[in-house]
């Protein structure tokens, strides 16, 4: 059966979307994490499902309404989060009224609750061709204005204060990472679900940041640990009756946990060796 699920269309389509996902998402993270903002993550997320339900009462396309709300949510923040001290009190008070209405527009939908189920829990398997395209062409120019402002991005994540004092735009870098992080959630929404968003955009990441201290290798580490979650999840689930979510997520923690105990030892060592 497994064999015979391989040579199936739905199949490579998944697999196909969920690289692009992975290796966005992988990207991203890796700036989300350093920079603190995973709180974010989880309202950019929810509030794009806020606009996919949206889009459902109008009758559209429920990825275009995720893409617009998670954008729209995105510009409040980089407005709202302008000043660091003030930016999780602005997210939750974002996040809040969000919901509200998101739990408005799911009850004023008339539909198949099918739909709105699928952007809770995530559906790869049910991605469309032309999703695929309109995924690698999203994640093309996410990766590209990511490599435009790798170096300022980075110094002004690692290093804020001294950054803003050398006249890196600071501000303007973070709201360019919102609306990078706005396209990057919609795309993982289609594979986790907005309930399990965190664990392909920071999970990965944050596991990457205990592996190595260097952050071309953290960036690299984080693609290729949502890379494995992503892909062995889809595969996983060919296996086994179970989400795709379920094993995308499964497989994303222990590779947290596996990478903290590789910093644990690494520290030991470093302990017991002498000076």
Do not use: C, K, N
Not at 84 to 113: K, N
Not at 187 to 213: D, S, W
Request: avoid cysteine; aromatic fraction near 8%; proline fraction near 3%.
């Amino acid at each position: 059966m497994f064999t015979q699920l391989l040579g199936q269309h739905f199949v490579h389509t998944a697999l196909i979307a969920g690289v692009i996902i992975a290796l966005v998402a992988g990207a991203v993270g890796t700036f989300v994490v350093a920079r603190g903002m995973s709180f974010a993550v989880h309202a950019v997320s929810e509030l794009g499902f806020t606009g996919a339900a949206g889009a459902l009462v109008l009758g559209i396309d429920p990825v275009f309404g995720l893409l617009g709300g998670s954008l729209v949510v995105a510009g409040v923040l980089g407005v709202l989060t302008a000043r660091g001290r003030e930016r999780d009190s602005a997210i939750g008070t974002v996040l809040a009224f969000g919901l509200g209405v998101g739990v408005l527009l799911i009850s004023l939908y008339q539909g198949y609750a099918t739909q709105a189920t699928s952007l809770l829990f995530g559906s790869i398997v049910g991605v469309s061709d032309s999703q695929v395209e309109l995924l690698a062409v999203l994640g093309t120019l996410v990766l590209i204005a990511l490599a435009a402002v790798y170096r300022p991005l980075l110094y002004a994540s690692v290093d804020p204060d001294v950054a803003e004092a050398r006249g890196v735009p600071t501000r303007a870098l973070g709201f360019v990472l919102l609306v990078l992080l706005a396209v990057t959630a919609a795309e993982a929404i289609q594979v986790v679900g907005v309930l399990l968003i965190l664990t392909l955009v920071v999970t990965p990441a944050a596991a990457a940041q205990y592996l190595t201290a260097r952050p071309g290798l953290a960036l690299a580490a984080a693609i290729g640990l949502a890379l494995l979650a992503t892909v062995g999840g889809i595969l996983a689930s060919l296996a086994w009756p179970y989400p795709v979510s379920f094993f995308v997520a499964t497989i994303s923690f222990i590779s947290y946990l596996v990478a903290r105990v590789v910093r644990m030892r690494r520290e030991r060592t470093v302990r017991v060796v002498p000076a």
